[in-house]
């Protein structure tokens, strides 16, 4: 039977049921006091306790595989509320309302928010954002992984950020209050235990993106009001008095984070948006309000934001104090550190980014001015450099030299040994092309069978004609070694057509010299196929 999840219509009534009655509860705390002030937290705590456990178990049973894990493990924090009710309800009915205690039984507290962080860990992300291994660097060799190396300073400095807020939070007063033994130990855990919630929650949110965002987003929220619940009772706990008005934020935080971590278990996830791959998503995906660029700015910056409130703390704690001492100032150090070398991986990162730009940047370059089958240049290249040599011989009388280069019965190859066989043949015609020529010298691949030759520094030699008549005996020559096609040997027949702009001719354009050269070289093809005709002639009589 497939398990249907909570609708969006009931999860949206529950939500506005739900904040509807917490605001009334909350209203009536601001107008009640005494023992009538009680009875109303103690109500408001089991109903919630009741909704909370009711929420946990719909979550649980609705769902299958992943989705049941994390809600197991985050179950704790709900189904704790009816117990954690009773407690609230016993101690300050004990006849000591003024100050909260902490026994070992309180320590059995803990167990929600260890297991809690397990289950945020265990949060599924989006399939398309599951993170990957970096690639490795076109050099090979050693190379140190910086996306890694930064999210393990982020981390750092997260948790050294919310040690550094927990220290003026509560263990500040923890340790100047006098408790000692269990109580002083619980009250400790208590508030680490916070600190750790709201660090793992903030990695989540910024290091992976959760398929239910929505369920994180209440989840988080019940933390991050838990963290401070269970702040202000560790200061509830401590000998200072406190009147039964300050145990308002800890009522509060109690009845509204199971609740909310009980909500993040049904709601469901937000459909009718499929999954686009980047590479075909429209140009407004890409505005700096997308979702990718929103997770890449958290990414960025996320990090930064307990450390400037640790930083607030520390700076107003050193001009209250006049100088920073103990704990503080050994935290204030390892962040200072870990900062310092954060920036100096991202600014290597951002070298080895910037030259991995220049390295595409290059390659897409070559490939757009080169032929994918040859390593020749493509008739762009050529018709820009050509272009280029007519415009100076326009300007100062440089002669220009272009060979055009056709490879006979190409097609006749192509039909009998197949466009593989075709292929090789090209290949080989271009390198004994390459070898032929000079190094300055430029050839290209301009069609499918049809090779372009410009010869460069022509201007010093005593004749053009001389220079493009000598490469193309050059070229002539070096088809003559037979190539193999189909396992059997074949003689490479290739004419050369030569075009020449010097000095004594009018300036003409590069189109027109690549169409002299084109000519000339079908006017060698007719030639050669005439005497071929004429030697078969003469043959037979």
Not at 123 to 133: K, N, Q
Request: glycine content about 8%; proline content about 6%; overall charge positive.
């Amino acid at each position: 039977m497939r398990v249907q999840p909570v609708t969006e219509r009931t999860f949206r009534t529950l939500l506005a049921l739900v904040t509807a009655l917490f605001v009334l509860a909350a209203a009536g705390q601001l107008v009640l006091s005494g023992q009538l002030r009680l009875v109303v937290q103690a109500t408001a705590l089991f109903v919630c306790g009741v909704a909370s456990t009711v929420f946990a178990v719909i979550g649980i049973v609705r769902t299958r595989g992943v989705d049941r894990r994390w809600r197991l493990l985050v179950a704790a924090g709900p189904l704790s509320a009816l117990p954690g009710a009773f407690e609230w309800t016993r101690q300050y009915s004990s006849g000591n309302p003024l100050q909260l205690q902490l026994t070992a039984s309180e320590s059995l507290f803990l167990i929600a928010p260890l297991l809690t962080i397990a289950g945020l860990i265990c949060v599924p992300a989006r399939a398309d954002d599951v993170p990957t291994r970096a690639p490795p660097p076109p050099t090979g060799g050693w190379w140190l992984r910086y996306s890694h190396a930064v999210i393990a300073l982020d981390s750092l400095m997260i948790v050294l950020s919310m040690i550094m807020i927990a220290w003026f939070a509560a263990l500040r007063d923890i340790t100047h209050s006098g408790i000692s033994g269990t109580s002083f130990v619980i009250a400790v855990s208590f508030t680490l235990t916070s600190a750790l919630l709201v660090v793992v929650l903030v990695l989540v949110a910024t290091f992976r993106q959760p398929r239910n965002g929505r369920a994180v987003a209440l989840l988080g929220a019940g933390l991050v009001v838990l963290a401070a619940s269970e702040t202000v009772l560790v200061q509830l706990s401590l000998p200072d008095p406190v009147g039964l008005e300050g145990s308002g934020p800890t009522w509060l935080g109690a009845a509204l984070a199971p609740l909310l971590v009980a909500l993040a278990m049904i709601a469901p996830e937000r459909g009718g948006r499929p999954l686009v791959p980047p590479a075909v998503r429209p140009a407004t995906s890409r505005s700096i309000w997308s979702g990718r660029a929103v997770r890449n700015w958290l990414h960025a910056y996320l990090p930064y934001l307990p450390l400037g409130v640790a930083a607030a703390l520390v700076l107003a704690s050193a001009l209250r104090d006049g100088a920073l001492h103990g704990p503080p100032l050994y935290l204030a150090t390892c962040l200072v550190t870990l900062v310092s070398l954060r920036q100096i991986v991202i600014i290597a990162e951002n070298r080895r980014l910037v030259s991995d730009v220049q390295r595409a940047h290059q390659r897409l370059e070559y490939q757009a001015y080169h032929d994918g089958l040859t390593g020749l240049a493509n008739r762009v290249l050529f018709t820009r450099e050509l272009e280029k040599a007519v415009t100076a011989h326009s300007q100062h009388r440089t002669p220009v030299v272009v060979l055009f280069c056709d490879i006979d019965h190409f097609k006749t190859v192509n039909d009998t040994y197949g466009h593989s066989a075709g292929d090789e043949l090209l290949r080989t015609v271009a390198a004994r092309l390459r070898t032929a020529i000079r190094h300055d010298d430029l050839a290209a691949r301009v069609g499918g069978d049809e090779f372009a030759v410009l010869l460069a520094g022509t201007s010093t030699e005593a004749s053009p004609h001389v220079v493009g008549e000598q490469c193309a005996q050059r070229i002539a020559v070096g088809m003559l070694r037979p190539v193999t096609l189909g396992g059997r040997p074949r003689q490479i027949q290739i004419s050369i057509g030569l075009a020449i702009a010097d000095g004594w001719q009018p300036s003409t354009s590069a189109g027109q010299l690549l169409h002299q050269a084109d000519t000339g070289m079908y006017s060698a093809k007719r030639r050669r196929a005439k005497n071929r005709q004429g030697a078969s002639s003469a043959g037979r009589r």
